[in-house]
């Protein structure tokens, strides 16, 4: 059975800094990739950032360039996310999901592909 856990959201001021994990167990494709995705109220869903376990290769969409940094622990199969500088429009429920390499697409809003999924964490910035 597939799980991903989310963990480390909260309240953070504006400019302050957050760190994401996601904990996956159960997935045991050599090749995969994990994303991080957010969804705001009254908003769609939208790809924040991508690693893959390949090549390590990295996406980001263009709002959080600069300021967000995934990275990834394989010993511990966790993936972390590095949120910096956050602002107001970064709040929102933050999912990690994981999918095969081979059905990863990847656009400048959304990263396709993705078969499991964690319950989501809310991130909150906010004075």
């Known amino acids: 059975q597939v799980q991903l856990v989310e963990s480390g959201g909260g309240l953070v001021q504006p400019g302050g800094s957050l760190r994401l994990s996601c904990a996956v167990s159960g997935f045991t494709a050599d090749y995969y990739a994990i994303a991080w995705f957010r969804q705001a109220p009254g908003k769609e869903r939208e790809g924040v950032s991508c690693?893959?376990?390949?090549?390590?290769?990295?996406y980001y969409r263009d709002s959080v360039k600069g300021r967000f940094t995934i990275s990834r622990d394989n010993a511990n199969n966790t993936v972390y996310l590095q949120m910096n500088s956050l602002k107001p429009e970064d709040t929102a429920t933050y999912y990690c999901a994981t999918g095969l390499l081979s059905n990863l697409v990847v656009t400048t809003d959304y990263f396709y592909g993705m078969d499991y999924w964690g319950k989501g964490i809310l991130v909150t910035v906010s004075s």
């Open positions: 690693i893959t376990t390949s090549y390590g290769n990295t």
